[in-house]
């Protein structure tokens, strides 16, 4: 009975009470940092900016801060910088520096400043060059192309709360919650765990300027999702990379590992996926299913593709994930159908009987880049 082994676990467990000890960062004492970010400076004058830039795996992401002293209201106003490429997989030591681009402004959540930032970078090479791993300068060109058509887009970020031993948090040591059925959209101490890390998330991401569009527990404990978007173009994807980096730095404050990846447990337990909502401006108009349906043929032809694109180990994650069973389509087979869950891409029942709207591609992991998979659907659908 899994009632009493999750709230079991959450106050008694040696392995968390460990893990409390062994996090610097849940163990501080946070009421300290108050004494600083009460004192007065002229907040005009002295402003701080977080750059925030994807490493060499194309999974996880890097920052460093830097005092500004004019308050910055585009991009542009934020100098590019350079970092150390050899410590983040994105160059060798000779050749080490590596460009950052600021290409979308946020509001800190985090710093005490009002006018603090988040100025989210692209990474070039010495040659003026992408780095490897920027798709976004590659889906920067594509949607420059197909601007006319303005492409929207909405993401679903899945993704599981884990303790230090690495199982998801508040499960049971040596054993398994009771199975799924109660956990998704739960409420209770026995359904849910740390709904207050996803609540913060929520408020930190609407304060920073992330088109945050909702949340809900998902189907396996310790398993969230929340929604970005819809949004024009380029947004939803910076969105979802500033809206990571949040649930991340709020998590660290937490002491609560948050991964990313599409398969946290094997066996039968919901995997995490980054199903992407996909529209132009003739889907969205009377009788746009046509164009729908046009876009989901295009999309039947370049399975292989779209699959190498929508994780970030060109699709070895997504094998462990995208088995045919639990809400998901066969990894080698491309399939689609009106409110069927277990296809490579959906049409909502609203936009089918709506006859407009948008598509819903769920093949992408939890951990994919979004810059590479909105390249992929901008390329298949509008640029073939
Ligand atoms: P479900 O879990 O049933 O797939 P959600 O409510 O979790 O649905 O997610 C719906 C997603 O669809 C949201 O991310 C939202 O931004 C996106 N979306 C809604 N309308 C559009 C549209 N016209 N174009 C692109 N994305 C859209
Ligand atoms: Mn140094
Ligand atoms: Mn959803
Ligand atoms: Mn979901
Ligand atoms: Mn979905």
């Given at each position: 009975?899994?009632?009493?082994?999750?709230?079991?676990?959450?106050?008694?467990?040696?392995?968390?009470?460990?893990?409390?000890?062994?996090?610097?960062?849940?163990?501080?004492?946070?009421?300290?940092?108050?004494?600083?970010?009460?004192?007065?400076?002229?907040?005009?004058?002295?402003?701080?900016?977080?750059?925030?830039?994807?490493?060499?795996?194309?999974?996880?992401?890097?920052?460093?801060?830097?005092?500004?002293?004019?308050?910055?209201?585009?991009?542009?106003?934020?100098?590019?910088?350079?970092?150390?490429?050899?410590?983040?997989?994105?160059?060798?030591?000779?050749?080490?520096?590596?460009?950052?681009?600021?290409?979308?402004?946020?509001?800190?959540?985090?710093?005490?400043?009002?006018?603090?930032?988040?100025?989210?970078?692209?990474?070039?090479?010495?040659?003026?060059?992408?780095?490897?791993?920027?798709?976004?300068?590659?889906?920067?060109?594509?949607?420059?192309?197909?601007?006319?058509?303005?492409?929207?887009?909405?993401?679903?970020?899945?993704?599981?709360?884990?303790?230090?031993?690495?199982?998801?948090?508040?499960?049971?040591?040596?054993?398994?919650?009771?199975?799924?059925?109660?956990y998704y959209c739960g409420v209770g101490a026995d359904k849910v765990i740390a709904r207050d890390i996803v609540e913060a998330h929520a408020l930190a991401c609407i304060y920073a300027g992330v088109e945050f569009a909702g949340t809900n527990a998902e189907v396996m404990?310790?398993?969230?999702?929340?929604?970005?978007?819809?949004?024009?173009?380029?947004?939803?994807?910076?969105?979802?990379?500033?809206?990571?980096?949040?649930?991340?730095?709020?998590?660290?404050?937490?002491?609560?590992?948050?991964?990313?990846?599409?398969?946290?447990?094997?066996?039968?337990?919901?995997?995490?996926?980054?199903?992407?909502?996909?529209?132009?401006?003739?889907?969205?108009?009377?009788?746009?299913?046509?164009?729908?349906?046009?876009?989901?043929?295009?999309?039947?032809?370049?399975?292989?593709?779209?699959?190498?694109?929508?994780?970030?180990?060109?699709?070895?994650?997504?094998?462990r994930r995208l088995v045919g069973r639990l809400e998901t389509s066969s990894i080698d087979k491309f399939s689609w159908g009106v409110a069927d869950r277990s296809c490579s891409v959906r049409i909502p029942r609203g936009v089918a009987s709506a006859k407009k709207g948008?598509?819903?591609?769920?093949?992408?992991?939890?951990?994919?880049?979004?810059?590479?998979?909105?390249?992929?659907?901008?390329?298949?659908?509008?640029?073939?």
């Amino acid at each position: 009975e899994m009632t009493g082994e999750i709230t079991r676990r959450i106050s008694t467990s040696t392995t968390r009470a460990n893990f409390l000890r062994e996090s610097p960062n849940a163990h501080l004492n946070k009421t300290l940092l108050k004494r600083y970010t009460g004192l007065k400076y002229d907040q005009n004058k002295f402003v701080q900016c977080t750059y925030l830039w994807l490493d060499g795996t194309n999974e996880h992401l890097r920052l460093k801060d830097r005092v500004l002293k004019k308050i910055p209201e585009r991009p542009e106003d934020c100098p590019n910088w350079q970092y150390d490429g050899s410590s983040t997989y994105q160059a060798l030591g000779e050749n080490s520096d590596i460009t950052l681009v600021p290409r979308a402004l946020y509001k800190d959540p985090f710093k005490a400043g009002e006018n603090d930032v988040i100025v989210l970078c692209d990474t070039y090479k010495p040659d003026g060059s992408p780095t490897d791993t920027n798709y976004r300068a590659a889906m920067q060109a594509a949607y420059d192309k197909t601007k006319d058509l303005e492409p929207w887009f909405g993401i679903e970020q899945e993704y599981t709360f884990l303790d230090v031993d690495k199982r998801p948090l508040g499960w049971p040591a040596n054993g398994f919650p009771g199975p799924q059925g109660p956990y998704y959209c739960g409420v209770g101490a026995d359904k849910v765990i740390a709904r207050d890390i996803v609540e913060a998330h929520a408020l930190a991401c609407i304060y920073a300027g992330v088109e945050f569009a909702g949340t809900n527990a998902e189907v396996m404990p310790a398993q969230w999702e929340y929604q970005i978007g819809p949004s024009l173009g380029m947004k939803a994807a910076d969105d979802l990379w500033v809206s990571r980096y949040i649930l991340w730095r709020i998590a660290e404050e937490f002491g609560v590992v948050v991964t990313f990846d599409p398969k946290p447990m094997e066996g039968n337990w919901n995997g995490a996926g980054g199903h992407t909502n996909f529209s132009t401006k003739p889907m969205r108009e009377e009788g746009g299913i046509k164009c729908i349906e046009q876009a989901i043929e295009k999309l039947s032809k370049q399975h292989k593709k779209h699959i190498q694109a929508y994780d970030p180990r060109g699709g070895k994650d997504n094998e462990r994930r995208l088995v045919g069973r639990l809400e998901t389509s066969s990894i080698d087979k491309f399939s689609w159908g009106v409110a069927d869950r277990s296809c490579s891409v959906r049409i909502p029942r609203g936009v089918a009987s709506a006859k407009k709207g948008y598509l819903e591609d769920r093949r992408p992991s939890s951990n994919m880049d979004p810059y590479s998979v909105c390249n992929a659907i901008l390329t298949t659908c509008l640029l073939d």
